[in-house]
């Protein structure tokens, strides 16, 4: 059996997707790819690799923390980029949001994102522990 979940806390899904989608017993959680819009979804940090590496980490953290997760329980990650060279000037913002062990990620460069003005989404599989795990109600 599988959920979906969008906390009301962030930007609304404007197409077919759900932010997070949830497997089995509940500990197993998959990311929709974030990226860096605002609650009234506006692009956060136009042209700033940087701003909008924060603030899609930023949302990836609202998006697990709505079901009792943290960035700790992340265990795959993938970076979809339109300049790798500007998003290797990033560590040390995900360093703020990731300690070791680190989880595993892949970073692809793409011609474009949905957005013009979007230069990072970022995917993310998390496993919460089941004590710490809070299933939202009503589901999508």
Known sequence: ?????????????????SLGVIQGAGQVVYLKGQVAL???????????????????LENIQAVLAHVGGAMGD???????????????????????FFAAPYPVTTTVQVA?????????????????PQARFKRPAGGG
Do not use: C
């Open 112 to 128: 474009a994102l949905y957005h013009a003005d979007l230069m990072i989404e970022i995917t993310a599989i998390a496993e919460i």
């Open 1 to 17: 059996m599988i959920d979906s979940f969008n906390p009301p806390n962030m930007w609304s899904p404007f197409g077919a997707f």
């Open 38 to 56: 605002d609650r009234a979804g506006q692009v956060v940090g136009m042209g700033d690799m940087r701003a909008q590496t924060r603030k899609t």
């Open 74 to 96: 992340i265990v795959s990650l993938t970076h979809y980029v339109t300049d790798i060279a500007k998003f290797m000037q990033t560590g040390d913002i995900r360093r703020e």
